[in-house]
């Protein structure tokens, strides 16, 4: 009882300090959002990483900086470089680690005012990256400087990284350093990544992806003869009719246990992404008839965790050859372009368990544990870092990621520090 009282005490205090950042936690997000770290192509990655850097080392943590040299995109007018902060305890004991990505997408059209300012209006903060995700940074960097503010006794140790390339799979990022080892045990025992997936849920993993490019041959002809060649574009044709008649109504019957927001993610799904053929789009004048000797198409396809991935490739290479079986002259070949597999950390692991007690706790609802649509680099720190006590949660709303006119509630990211702060106590073995 009297230890409750005092963690109660504790907890009391700790809430006050976090409200009473408030206002340096908004500025602390615009500095951040008005560092344009747009990728492609990774522009003011170090500028970035320095800020965060610098403001981490006068608040006690040690800060070690790591480029990813010959990763995709490095070189030196645009270095992959990533900063690690961390902070030890006075007694040892477990790592919670927040992983934060400092790259934003570009701006876009539509915004009705710049997005590289961090204008507030209406208890809103504006601009590109606000929810994804220099509004969660901000929130995890507050909630652990008021930690050690308040002088708060914890074991083990807490570290915050700001890593670049996300946007673009995180090779330069979390996947470089996780091939490193700072994204495993003894180092690290728990990973929290504030991407936006709204202040009341605890997002558990992702579904998988696979990037492929399929070719079809043909062989070139004069236009006005094209008996004379053998079409490419035709024999693409066929595939995609094949897609349509049989492909796509078999995905829709591919359901998920996963529970994947939006609602209509909780199946299998394939985008055809980009397709070209015959003239090369970038001629001048006029096109030259032509009979086209090759077809290319790019396909997204997502996949479920009741899906194996050696068979989510077969369904497409076996409608392929069933092509090349029954159409005359069909020649093809097929490239992989990426593959991540799905991720979903067990609801009952301690860091799903935490957070979502500390969201019941702070505001008051029943927290919604979700599976992110899209991969992100928890997918690194499950497969290379082999660490699975790893969740999403920041203070981000998902539907405003990549659009015009985007923003962070204020108040969701003053919740969500006392979220992230509470809970990094309780994996750090306070008892409440
Ligand atoms: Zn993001």
């Not at 701006?107 to 809103?124: L, Q, S, V, Y």
């Not at 990022?173 to 936006?196: C, M, N, T, W, Y």
């Not at 067990?346 to 706790?361: A, C, G, L």
Request: glycine share 8%; proline share 5%.
């Amino acid at each position: 009882m009297k230890i409750n009282m005092k963690i109660k005490k504790l907890m009391n205090s700790l809430f006050k300090r976090i409200e009473s950042k408030c206002d340096e936690l908004i500025s602390f997000t615009q500095e951040l959002v008005q560092i344009p770290t747009i990728n492609p192509p990774g522009d003011e990655y170090t500028r970035c990483a320095e800020f965060l850097g610098n403001r981490l080392k006068k608040s006690g943590f040690t800060v070690h900086y790591e480029r990813a040299t010959n990763t995709p995109g490095d070189s030196d007018r645009y270095p992959r470089n990533n900063i690690i902060a961390r902070i030890e305890g006075k007694h040892s004991g477990q790592c919670v680690h927040f992983n934060n990505h400092l790259d934003v997408v570009v701006p876009g059209t539509g915004w009705t005012m710049d997005p590289f300012k961090g204008i507030i209006k209406d208890g809103k903060i504006y601009g590109r990256g606000t929810s994804d995700m220099k509004g969660g940074l901000a929130a995890s960097v507050i909630a652990m400087e008021a930690i050690i503010e308040e002088n708060i006794n914890f074991s083990g140790a807490i570290e915050i990284s700001g890593t670049v390339d996300e946007e673009t799979g995180g090779f330069g990022g979390v996947a470089f350093l996780a091939k490193k080892g700072f994204f495993s045990k003894p180092r690290v025992d728990h990973v929290i990544i504030p991407e936006p997936l709204n202040v009341d849920r605890v997002c558990l993993g992702h579904r998988g992806v696979w990037w492929s490019e399929v070719e079809t041959f043909g062989r070139i002809a004069h236009g006005s003869m094209p008996f004379l060649g053998d079409s490419a574009i035709r024999h693409m044709t066929a595939f995609l009719e094949i897609l349509e008649q049989k492909f796509f109504p078999l995905l829709e019957q591919k359901k998920t246990k996963m529970p994947v927001v939006p609602e209509e993610a909780k199946q299998s799904s394939l985008n055809l992404q980009a397709l070209h053929g015959g003239e090369n789009e970038t001629f001048e004048g006029m096109p030259s008839p032509c009979v086209p000797d090759s077809c290319r198409l790019i396909m997204d396809r997502r996949f479920l965790i009741e899906e194996d991935i050696n068979e989510v490739k077969a369904e497409i290479t076996n409608l392929l050859d069933e092509l090349s079986n029954t159409r005359h002259n069909f020649r093809y070949q097929i490239k992989d372009i990426m593959e991540f597999l799905p991720t979903m950390t067990e609801k009952n692991s301690p860091v799903v368990k935490i957070f979502s007690d500390s969201i019941r706790k702070i505001l008051n609802k029943t927290p919604k544990h979700v599976i992110s649509p899209g991969t992100y680099d928890q997918k690194h720190i499950a497969r290379i870092g082999n660490l699975h006590d790893c969740i999403a949660y920041g203070p981000g709303i998902l539907d405003l990621a990549h659009q015009p006119d985007e923003y962070i509630v204020i108040d969701d990211m003053l919740a969500s520090a006392k979220v992230m702060a509470l809970s990094t106590l309780k994996l750090l073995g306070l008892k409440s």
